[in-house]
């Protein structure tokens, strides 16, 4: 039976030129403009590998310094920040940002799409991080790095104890920066449930993109924690807000909770991603499906699962209670059967094919070496006993770079060798590859094994120095020689990459020979048509697919609008939905990122008038950025097919922006639940809720606060509901007397707080109550200002049927500011009188 294409006819002539002429990428310094993700995934990934060998040569220093005892190459407050700064680059500017790089460039093509659906998003992502994290690594130079360790602990890092700006550079630093992050997740989740090519079902679906879909939702329910963390630690360091501060009703391990409850996902945010490039790469190079696909897709989800709990796996030494620190013991011992899983279906497909042992094999390799002993460990350490006897030793330093080094670096660099001729045509020379691999592995064990030895004889965590005789000279020494050699290898890699990078473009063909998507021939523009797909390996399955693609016989062989544009799918099933117009490049994404960071380093350091003068900037470019979004498409429909034709655009909760907001407002959750934890945790510790010298404010006040604001979302449904055809000046007047009753409603509560006495320095129960009063203050701000915006589009006539994305994704944060604002009504009223 003859396969039927969408487009079976010859194309017309000068339709590819067109193609290429809308996707074309700048040149010179307007390259800053690009917005293509295949641009912005190549410097997001040159970026990230940047850090890493900057956080390399600080891990260099450190092994220097630890090579023979009582070494004076640092004091101890520069070793304190050179360690600090490495755990932090390392994970914060490097490891995260590195997965979502190489997301951002890969899955556009393994999908079949021509882009993911928020361009600009990605280009403000990425450049809020570079710009952002360049300014924050340059705190070394001028003595302001962080120095309380990556992991921040209070009390150390309050105000008592470490009274410079050096710890402010990382709460501000990183809370921008896991925004970047966030922005970034948004894009790779709404991108890889919607602009799939047709055909491409969730079960077709790469197991790469599954791992970054599983990736990207557990980065939004992980991260809001630590952002809440962050936040609450800079209050108290500038305004005396005692979260932490246990004299006056804090407690340091709500720090703990609050940070390990993202810090250990992140292990498993870290390994996803390269479990998910492993299990690509290792069928191409077996020449052989993928052994248990379906099992090892499940078993990511469960480790997605199992890791949020396990954040008090590293709190068994704080004082949990038995129950508690067994079950924590418990998942920590689970999360390493779904992980098996997933070892063992790839060395069972190594042993069904045959495998080729090339640079990319050999990397591999190692990783399951390495990755596998470090897994063995992470089992011991879970057990609390042997916890308690190794904890904050070196054990756990070895420990815990065998998972992250082995789980992620080795399978970075072999897809770094496999992917690279995707950017010009050329991979890296076999011989200089297979000598890199070499190099680092011998190097790495030799470094860190020796780690484990040194933890059992006592050696501790973060010091800068050790008395002789203690049995850890020569372990010390090993490591070292062994850090060095692992560099080494390193450096030649780049070598090896930066001369591939250096040669001729040419076409890159399919190398390797596999079968996803992302090797078809491509440009700016991706591929020349969208193929249709109907197998998990459609390269395998239809050798003539990459020919027929070429050929323009697939879905939207040209541009159908004269802009950008890709094709939206069903979630599921992956059918034809509409055609989705891009936006083309612009400088506000840049802009708007230069703003941002320049706002935070600034007001760190105290340079207030700039700081907001950049704020004012970031703010500017961002209105300027949405104001030309949600117009009206050139058109109402296009043919994609011969015969076949789809809408362009859509609304409501057909809408890719819909489900981007959706999911920005789970983050936004997220961040208020942490802040609820927090109000829950201090009041826990009170005999008395509220403390001496504290009072409610009177019952009728939040009851009539709460009437007000719900008020205000009925009539913002109402303003929903509103046919747009007219001159809308009824959704105007909605929209503007639900400004008026949100304002309203919050000034109620505000002004009995205050009428009460509320004093957010005397205890940390009142900083906990006043930190939910101004949480919801911002977004009581935030609805005034979208409702304000609302009302300009309706003026300039920019709300149509056909365009109407701003007030309804505005009407979902409307309905959200008021649900949050009940909840934390209800928590600061009513909760006190439970505990009575």
Same mark, same amino acid.
């Given at each position: 039976?003859?396969?039927?294409?969408?487009?079976?006819?010859?194309?017309?002539?000068?339709?590819?030129?067109?193609?290429?002429?809308?996707?074309?990428?700048?040149?010179?310094?307007?390259?800053?403009?690009?917005?293509?993700?295949?641009?912005?995934?190549?410097?997001?990934?040159?970026?990230?590998?940047?850090?890493?060998?900057?956080?390399?040569?600080?891990?260099?220093?450190?092994?220097?310094?630890?090579?023979?005892?009582?070494?004076?190459?640092?004091?101890?407050?520069?070793?304190?920040?050179?360690?600090?700064?490495?755990?932090?680059?390392?994970?914060?500017?490097?490891?995260?940002?590195?997965?979502?790089?190489?997301?951002?460039?890969?899955?556009?093509?393994?999908?079949?799409?021509?882009?993911?659906?928020?361009?600009?998003?990605?280009?403000?992502?990425?450049?809020?991080?570079?710009?952002?994290?360049?300014?924050?690594?340059?705190?070394?130079?001028?003595?302001?790095?962080?120095?309380?360790?990556?992991?921040?602990?209070?009390?150390?890092?309050?105000?008592?104890?470490?009274?410079?700006?050096?710890?402010?550079?990382?709460?501000?630093?990183?809370?921008?920066?896991?925004?970047?992050?966030?922005?970034?997740?948004?894009?790779?989740? &709404?991108? @890889?449930? +919607?602009?799939? #090519?047709? !055909? /491409?079902?969730?079960?077709?679906? $790469?197991?790469? =993109?599954?791992?970054? *879909?599983?990736?990207?939702?557990?980065?939004?329910?992980?991260?809001?924690?630590?952002?809440?963390?962050?936040?609450?630690?800079?209050?108290?360091?500038?305004?005396?807000?005692?979260?932490?501060?246990?004299?006056?009703?804090?407690?340091?391990?709500?720090?703990?909770?609050?940070?390990?409850?993202?810090?250990?996902?992140? &292990?498993? @945010?870290? +390994?996803?991603? #390269?479990? !998910? /490039?492993?299990?690509?790469?290792? $069928?191409?190079? =077996?020449?052989?499906? *993928?052994?248990?696909?379906?099992?090892?897709?499940?078993?990511?989800?469960?480790?997605?699962?199992?890791?949020?709990?396990?954040?008090?796996?590293?709190?068994?030494?704080?004082?949990?209670?038995?129950?508690?620190?067994?079950?924590?013991?418990?998942?920590?011992?689970?999360?390493?059967?779904?992980?098996?899983?997933?070892?063992?279906?790839?060395?069972?497909?190594?042993?069904? !094919?045959?495998?080729?042992?090339?640079? $990319?094999?050999?990397?591999?390799?190692?990783?399951?070496?390495?990755?596998?002993?470090?897994?063995?460990?992470?089992?011991?350490?879970?057990?609390?006993?042997?916890?308690?006897?190794?904890?904050?030793?070196?054990?756990?330093?070895?420990?815990?770079?065998?998972?992250?080094?082995?789980?992620?670096?080795?399978?970075?660099?072999?897809?770094?060798?496999?992917?690279?001729?995707?950017?010009?045509?050329?991979?890296?020379?076999?011989?200089?590859?297979?000598?890199?691999?070499?190099?680092?592995?011998?190097?790495?064990?030799?470094?860190?094994?020796?780690?484990?030895?040194?933890?059992?004889?006592?050696?501790?965590?973060?010091?800068?120095?050790?008395?002789?005789?203690?049995?850890?000279?020569?372990?010390?020494?090993?490591?070292?020689?062994?850090?060095?050699?692992?560099?080494?290898?390193?450096?030649?890699?780049?070598?090896?990459?930066?001369?591939?990078?250096?040669?001729?473009?040419?076409?890159?063909?399919?190398?390797?020979?596999?079968?996803?998507?992302?090797?078809?021939?491509?440009?700016?523009?991706?591929?020349?048509?969208?193929?249709?797909?109907?197998?998990?390996?459609?390269?395998?399955?239809?050798?003539?697919?990459?020919?027929?693609?070429?050929?323009?016989?697939?879905?939207?062989?040209?541009?159908?609008?004269?802009?950008?544009?890709?094709?939206?799918?069903?979630?599921?099933?992956?059918?034809?939905?509409?055609?989705?117009?891009?936006?083309?490049?612009?400088?506000?994404?840049?802009?708007?990122?230069?703003?941002?960071?320049?706002?935070?380093?600034?007001?760190?350091?105290?340079?207030?008038?700039?700081?907001?003068?950049?704020?004012?900037?970031?703010?500017?470019?961002?209105?300027?950025?949405?104001?030309?979004?949600?117009?009206?498409?050139?058109?109402?429909?296009?043919?994609?097919?011969?015969?076949?034709?789809?809408?362009?655009?859509?609304?409501?909760?057909?809408?890719?922006?819909?489900?981007?907001?959706?999911?920005?407002?789970?983050?936004?959750?997220?961040?208020?639940?942490?802040?609820?934890?927090?109000?829950?945790?201090?009041?826990?510790?009170?005999?008395?809720?509220?403390?001496?010298?504290?009072?409610?404010?009177?019952?009728?006040?939040?009851?009539?606060?709460?009437?007000?604001?719900?008020?205000?979302?009925?009539?913002?449904?109402?303003?929903?509901?509103?046919?747009?055809?007219?001159?809308?000046?009824?959704?105007?007047?909605?929209?503007?007397?639900?400004?008026?009753?949100?304002?309203?409603?919050?000034?109620?509560?505000?002004?009995?707080?205050?009428?009460?006495?509320?004093?957010?320095?005397?205890?940390?129960?009142?900083?906990?109550?006043?930190?939910?009063?101004?949480?919801?203050?911002?977004?009581?701000?935030?609805?005034?200002?979208?409702?304000?915006?609302?009302?300009?589009?309706?003026?300039?006539?920019?709300?149509?049927?056909?365009?109407?994305?701003?007030?309804?994704?505005?009407?979902?944060?409307?309905?959200?500011?008021?649900?949050?604002?009940?909840?934390?009504?209800?928590?600061?009223?009513?909760?006190?009188?439970?505990?009575?």
């Amino acid at each position: 039976m003859t396969r039927k294409l969408p487009n079976s006819v010859p194309r017309p002539a000068g339709e590819l030129e067109r193609l290429k002429a809308v996707w074309r990428t700048p040149r010179g310094w307007r390259l800053l403009s690009s917005v293509n993700n295949s641009t912005i995934g190549l410097l997001y990934i040159g970026t990230s590998l940047l850090f890493f060998l900057l956080a390399g040569v600080l891990g260099l220093l450190m092994r220097v310094q630890l090579a023979v005892p009582e070494n004076g190459l640092l004091g101890p407050g520069t070793y304190n920040q050179v360690f600090t700064m490495h755990g932090t680059v390392m994970m914060f500017l490097f490891a995260i940002p590195v997965v979502e790089a190489i997301a951002v460039f890969l899955l556009p093509a393994m999908l079949g799409a021509r882009d993911l659906p928020f361009p600009r998003l990605s280009a403000y992502a990425y450049w809020a991080y570079a710009l952002g994290g360049l300014g924050f690594f340059c705190t070394l130079f001028v003595g302001l790095a962080p120095d309380g360790g990556w992991f921040m602990y209070p009390p150390l890092t309050g105000k008592t104890y470490s009274p410079g700006l050096n710890a402010d550079f990382w709460l501000l630093g990183i809370g921008f920066i896991e925004i970047s992050a966030i922005a970034g997740a948004i894009e790779l989740i &709404v991108g @890889i449930l +919607f602009t799939r #090519a047709p !055909g /491409m079902t969730l079960a077709r679906m $790469p197991v790469y =993109a599954w791992a970054m *879909l599983i990736v990207g939702v557990m980065i939004v329910f992980a991260f809001p924690a630590v952002i809440a963390g962050t936040a609450l630690l800079e209050l108290e360091r500038a305004w005396d807000w005692p979260f932490f501060v246990a004299d006056r009703g804090g407690d340091p391990i709500l720090w703990q909770h609050l940070f390990w409850f993202f810090g250990h996902p992140e &292990v498993y @945010i870290i +390994f996803l991603p #390269a479990a !998910g /490039m492993v299990s690509t790469m290792i $069928p191409t190079i =077996a020449g052989t499906p *993928l052994v248990g696909r379906r099992a090892v897709i499940v078993a990511m989800v469960a480790v997605a699962f199992f890791s949020f709990g396990l954040w008090a796996h590293h709190m068994f030494t704080t004082g949990l209670g038995h129950l508690e620190g067994g079950f924590v013991s418990a998942a920590s011992m689970a999360v390493a059967v779904p992980t098996a899983i997933q070892v063992f279906a790839w060395i069972g497909t190594v042993w069904k !094919g045959r495998v080729c042992v090339t640079a $990319p094999a050999l990397f591999l390799l190692g990783f399951l070496f390495i990755f596998v002993l470090g897994g063995l460990t992470g089992v011991t350490v879970a057990v609390v006993p042997f916890d308690w006897q190794v904890h904050d030793s070196y054990f756990v330093v070895a420990h815990f770079h065998y998972v992250l080094i082995g789980g992620m670096v080795f399978p970075m660099f072999a897809a770094l060798c496999y992917w690279l001729p995707l950017v010009n045509g050329h991979a890296i020379g076999e011989r200089t590859a297979r000598w890199s691999c070499g190099l680092m592995f011998v190097g790495f064990n030799v470094a860190f094994f020796p780690m484990h030895i040194t933890g059992l004889l006592g050696m501790p965590r973060r010091v800068y120095t050790y008395p002789s005789g203690l049995g850890w000279d020569v372990w010390n020494l090993v490591s070292t020689v062994g850090a060095f050699v692992f560099a080494a290898g390193v450096v030649l890699f780049f070598v090896g990459m930066t001369r591939a990078l250096l040669r001729p473009e040419r076409e890159h063909g399919n190398p390797w020979q596999a079968g996803t998507l992302e090797w078809l021939p491509a440009d700016s523009h991706a591929t020349r048509s969208i193929p249709q797909v109907d197998s998990t390996d459609p390269l395998w399955s239809n050798p003539d697919l990459a020919r027929e693609v070429e050929e323009g016989a697939h879905w939207l062989p040209g541009t159908a609008t004269g802009l950008r544009e890709t094709i939206v799918t069903t979630p599921v099933r992956a059918v034809l939905r509409y055609v989705l117009p891009l936006p083309t490049d612009s400088w506000w994404p840049f802009l708007s990122a230069a703003g941002t960071a320049g706002f935070f380093l600034l007001l760190t350091a105290k340079q207030t008038f700039i700081a907001w003068l950049c704020g004012f900037v970031a703010i500017g470019a961002l209105l300027a950025w949405l104001w030309q979004q949600d117009r009206p498409a050139p058109c109402r429909d296009v043919e994609v097919g011969e015969g076949v034709r789809l809408p362009v655009g859509a609304v409501g909760t057909a809408s890719h922006s819909w489900w981007a907001t959706l999911i920005m407002l789970a983050v936004d959750a997220g961040i208020f639940l942490s802040f609820l934890f927090a109000y829950v945790h201090v009041s826990m510790r009170l005999d008395v809720c509220p403390p001496p010298g504290a009072r409610l404010p009177a019952p009728w006040l939040p009851a009539l606060s709460v009437l007000l604001t719900a008020g205000g979302a009925v009539l913002i449904a109402l303003a929903l509901r509103t046919p747009l055809g007219g001159r809308q000046r009824r959704m105007r007047w909605l929209v503007g007397v639900a400004c008026v009753l949100m304002l309203g409603g919050y000034g109620l509560e505000l002004g009995g707080q205050l009428a009460s006495g509320l004093n957010p320095v005397r205890h940390a129960w009142g900083a906990a109550v006043a930190t939910l009063v101004a949480y919801q203050g911002l977004h009581v701000l935030l609805c005034v200002c979208l409702g304000a915006y609302v009302v300009a589009r309706s003026l300039c006539r920019h709300l149509t049927p056909a365009s109407r994305g701003s007030l309804d994704n505005a009407a979902l944060i409307w309905y959200y500011t008021a649900l949050q604002g009940v909840a934390s009504s209800a928590a600061v009223h009513v909760w006190p009188l439970l505990m009575g």
